[in-house]
Structure formats: C-alpha cells, structure tokens
C-alpha cells in the first residue's frame, strides 16, 4: 500500500497550524513540524507553536524537542524527520507534515542538496564581518555575487546568509547553482497543499498576531532569554527586535512595529519559495475543509 505524506505549506499566520490538526484527525494520524523555530522548547510564544490545547488533541512531533543551546541544523532534522516517518508508516497510511519553513520541509519531501566541503576560514572571516561591518554588508555582498539566493533566502538570517556566502566564495559558483539538483526518491508520495489569501489580508493577520503575542506575554518570554541573546537561535523574527528594545536601542512601540514590518517581509519570502514548486494546490485560507478533503481523497485514491 502506497504512503502519503500530506505537506501542509504557506506563509506564516495564515492558518496551517488548524488546518494540519483537522487533517491530522480526519487521517487519524500524526503530525510532523517542519518549523524550524518551534523546534526550541524556550521559545514558545514568539514562535506561535502550537498551544497545549492543540498537542493535547493531536500528536505532535519536534515541537520543543530541543533547547536553543543546542547545535540542531536541517540535515540532522531531515535524518530525525525520516526515521519518525518509517515508524509511524508502520501504522498509518497517511501522515501531516506541517510549516513555513520552506527548508525544512523541501529535506524531508524531497532531500538536502548536496554542497560541496569549502575551507572553514571562509566562515570564520564572514562572521568577523558580521560583528565588524553587519548584516547589510553581507547582504550586499550576496546580492552582487548571487542575486537568485539574494532573492529567495531568508536575508535576514545571519546564519542563512553566511552558509549562501561562504558557498558563494569557496566554490566560485552561486550557492543557488548548487539547488535543486536531482532530487533523492522517497518511499511515501508526497501531496502539498498551500494555504494563501490576498496580500493585504496576509499583512493584516500579521499585525494582528503580533498584537496578540504582545498580549500573551512575549516580552517576559523575551526578557528571561536575554543572558542567550547571542545564539543562534534567537537571531530571529519576534526576538530580536525585543531584545534591541531591552538594549536600549530603540523604544517599545517601534520594536513592535519592527517584528511586523520583518514577520511581512518573511511572508513574502515564504511565498516566493512555495510558488517555484508547481505541484502544491493552493487554496485560499477560508477554503472550506470539505473541499480541501475531496481534493487530497482525490490524489490519494
């Protein structure tokens, strides 16, 4: 009998979480997190990881398996991501795979490009630079050697950046050459369905979300990480706009306005990544459940 993973995708705030659960219990299955920031177990309300409610209904997997101490990249999540799948397959003809890391989710659907080994003198030069001469510069430097990456990465990641760069420069070649390559076979088939809606509606249920992390405690979740502001980790949306705030850098209102303003830009990164793969079906994030159903009963039967 032929397995199915059904990869739930979209950008951030549009309702994958939802949908993934509903799914998940119309499957009687589970569901696998493919969200690289909820994977950390102290970040909780600036991730919008699933709430206990939610876990309590469905099982999840790699939701706050990890610490931010920890050194937890794509290639040991696409190895822990595939042994989870060859045991739940054991007993379900269908598992959930939900997330808006584009990343993570290509790893386990359809595998990590390969890269070649580049001298780790490159790295260390480029994150001297990131202290000395910040993040714009290396953006810039990105833009100029590799406009594709520069376009479709996540720019504001200092650690995406830098992996981009360091290809870039070891190799001669554009790290966006290196993508894409003949993909590995998985033993399941994959079905993706992406969750869209107009772009103002998008922008506008970010800004909304933000207001309710505010509410729901996010800057006392921020405040008690910032003896780990320096980890990777937390170089991220939601937080370290709120640690420039408790710096002294800038005042509340406009750290606010910042993780609006980047949780935007994110959204649009997220949907540039998903629309370069033609086989997802897309609906619009008031599609009603039944429709979505007829449509993955369809692929599967």
């Not at 290396?138 to 594709?148: A, P, R």
């Not at 190799?171 to 088939?189: A, D, I, M, Q």
């Not at 320096?230 to 705030?245: I, R």
Request: net charge neutral.
């Amino acid at each position: 009998m032929t397995k199915f993973l059904i990869s739930i995708v979209g950008p951030t705030a549009i309702g994958k979480t939802a949908l993934s659960i509903k799914l998940a219990q119309h499957f009687e299955t589970e569901i696998i997190s493919a969200d690289s920031r909820q994977f950390f177990k102290e970040m909780h309300i600036g991730t919008a990881a699933p709430t206990q409610e939610e876990i309590a209904t469905v099982k999840h997997h790699f939701i706050h398996h990890k610490s931010i101490q920890d050194n937890y990249n794509v290639g040991a999540f696409e190895k822990d991501a595939l042994q989870c799948l060859e045991t739940l397959f054991k007993t379900k003809n269908v598992v959930v795979l939900v997330g808006g890391s584009g990343l993570y989710v290509d790893a386990v659907t359809k595998g990590l490009d390969d890269f070649p080994e580049v001298d780790s003198n490159i790295r260390e030069t480029l994150n001297t630079d990131l202290e000395t001469k910040g993040l714009p510069y290396l953006q810039e430097q990105l833009k100029q050697l590799d406009i594709t990456s520069y376009k479709t990465i996540a720019i504001d990641n200092p650690h995406r950046v830098i992996r981009a760069l360091e290809i870039c420069i070891g190799t001669g070649k554009p790290y966006s050459s290196f993508l894409n390559k003949e993909k590995v076979t998985r033993n399941f088939k994959t079905i993706t369905i992406g969750l869209t809606a107009d772009r103002p509606i998008i922008y506008n249920r970010i800004n909304q979300r933000v207001d309710m992390m505010m509410q729901a405690g996010l800057l006392k979740e921020v405040e008690s990480l910032l003896p780990y502001q320096h980890l990777n980790a937390l170089k991220t949306v939601g937080y370290k706009e709120l640690f420039n705030y408790l710096n002294g850098e800038c005042d509340l209102d406009f750290a606010i306005s910042e993780i609006k303003k980047n949780t935007r830009r994110f959204a649009k990164r997220q949907l540039t990544w998903f629309k370069k793969d033609d086989s997802i079906l897309w609906f619009d994030y008031l599609v009603d459940f039944e429709v979505v159903i007829e449509s993955v009963e369809s692929k599967i039967h």
